[in-house]
């Protein structure tokens, strides 16, 4: 990645917007533009602001604004949240909210590092040139890509996970990362029913033998990729991985 991340921290806690900005400082890939104790002042500037802000670090438990509710109003002025506070049981609010990460404090130059080898690897999918799902057949799936009438095809087996952002789809294989200009509920269409596949968040869709663990809020995945899973599909994820797990004959 060439271009360093713009940031801004918001916390009403001083000390913990020192300490975080000073992991920032000391990492070449970020740029702190701001820091606010004041999370009204902080919406204000981002709404006003023109240019798209990378990261935004946030708490949650704040006075007159939390951390969540700031998230959801600057949907789109802010391209990555990530949240620093003091407390677990928010977790699943905050993947509710598209949240990238939610560290607990104090935050850690293992975090930032975490953060940036995400960031970087998205950056390297909006490079690639693929923009519409054709079709699924002969195990494979189809997309389009830059070059009229010309379509790659990838091998079902291959992949990983379908993540939606916004009004696109990223497509995580095991050997390279496309986008596909769509919405996660035409990635389902063109899926077909496929038993292989699951979808546990309303952003994401999952090949089921890419599984490699399970925790009570998170897959984890070939490749060293995470999906969230959320309330919605909760049941009908864990029901499958109970019809799985191997039990003793009596």
């Known amino acids: 990645m060439d271009e360093k991340l713009q940031c801004i921290v918001v916390d009403d806690d001083l000390e913990a917007i020192n ?13 702190l533009q701001k820091s606010y104790t004041d999370p009204q002042l ?14 935004a670090f946030l708490d949650i438990d704040m006075p007159l604004l939390s951390g969540l509710e700031l998230a959801k109003r600057i ?17 699943l609010d905050a993947f509710e909210v598209n949240a990238m990460q939610y560290f607990i ?16 690897q998205l950056q390297h999918f909006h490079q690639k040139d693929v923009r519409l799902i054709a079709d699924v057949t002969d195990d494979g799936l189809y997309v389009l890509t830059g070059v009229k009438g010309q379509y790659l095809r990838l091998d079902i087996a291959s992949i990983i996970l379908f993540s939606a952002e916004k009004n696109q789809v990223h497509v995580f294989t095991t050997k ?13 269409n063109d899926l077909k029913g496929d038993k292989r596949f699951m979808r546990i968040h309303k952003s994401h869709i999952i090949r089921l033998n890419a599984i490699k663990n399970v925790s009570a ?25 109970q019809q799985k797990i191997l039990k003793n004959r009596p």
């Open 42 to 55: 902080a919406l204000r500037d981002i709404l006003l602001q023109n240019e798209v802000i990378d990261i």
């Open 19 to 31: 300490i975080l900005s000073a992991l920032l400082q000391d990492h070449q890939w970020f740029i």
């Open 105 to 120: 404090k104090p935050v850690t130059a293992i975090n930032l590092i975490d953060t940036f080898t995400q960031i970087n």
């Open 217 to 241: 809020n998170l897959v984890y995945l070939q490749n060293d990729y995470m999906a969230s899973i959320s309330p919605q599909y909760r049941t009908a994820f864990f029901n499958y991985i």
């Open 176 to 188: 390279a990362d496309y986008v596909v200009s769509a919405g996660i509920g035409r990635v389902m």
């Open 75 to 91: 949907q789109g002025k802010v391209r990555f949240i990530v949240f620093v506070t003091a407390f677990r049981e928010y977790s």
